[in-house]
T-cell receptor, first 112, second 112 residues
């Protein structure tokens, strides 16, 4: 059974640009959550989607947005990139929000 | 008070010893509890889940839950250098809440 797939694995952008990250959950999983991980802040929650609906959102500015499609695949978008957005972005999927989450390998975003 | 608290470590144990990792949480209505292992540069990997008071064993790993004390722990028996990683405690606060809240992690070092 394929795991959570995140693309791309690595991204280099410059300040002011925007970026879209993609996440394909494990087959049959309908819940997708996104996290930002930095050395200083640890794992910080971005959003949670279930059946195409955003259930919860973390304390991030409006530049961070996401969505989930009918096939449960999810995307997150960051606009007007800032240096501080450099991080590992992790997607995790689960059967439903109450089940254990399984993580993808992440997208490492570097802002120059 | 943080929602999920862990000692950041590093916790250093000799090879073959028992490593004991601890986690406390603040929300009494929390329903389920998970331990993730994260190697440097990798994404978190689910290693244990526990839902009711008591102990749950899986190979060299034992998770312990005490809801009255709002405390969950992970014991690693016969620790190996390959167990050296950061261990993240995660708590699910139940339907309708954010899916998972993570602690900041405890770094474990197993000395050969």
């Amino acid at each position: 059974k394929a795991g959570v797939t995140q693309t791309p694995r690595y991204l280099i952008k410059t300040r002011g640009q925007q970026v879209t990250l993609s996440c394909s959950p494990i087959s049959g999983h309908r819940s997708v959550s996104w996290y930002q991980q930095t050395p200083g802040q640890g794992l910080q929650f971005l959003f949670e989607y279930f059946s195409e609906t955003q259930r919860n959102k973390g304390n991030f500015p409006g530049r961070f947005s996401g969505r989930q499609f009918s096939n449960s695949r999810s995307e997150m978008n960051v606009s007007t990139l800032e240096l501080g957005d450099s991080a590992l972005y992790l997607c995790a999927s689960s059967l439903d929000p109450d089940q254990p989450q399984h993580f993808g390998d992440g997208t490492r975003l570097s802002i120059l | 008070q943080k929602e999920v608290e862990q000692n950041s470590g590093p916790l250093s144990v000799p090879e073959g010893a028992i490593a004991s990792l601890n986690c406390t949480y603040s929300d009494r209505v929390s329903q389920s509890f998970f331990w993730y292992r994260q190697y440097s540069g990798k994404s978190p990997e689910l290693i244990m889940s526990i839902y009711s008071n008591g102990d749950k064993e899986d190979g060299r790993f034992t998770a312990q839950l005490n809801k009255a004390s709002q405390y969950v722990s992970l014991l690693i028996r016969d620790s190996q250098p390959s167990d050296s990683a950061t261990y993240l405690c995660a708590v699910n606060r139940g339907t309708g809440r954010r899916a998972l809240t993570f602690g900041s992690g405890t770094r474990l070092q197993v000395q050969p």
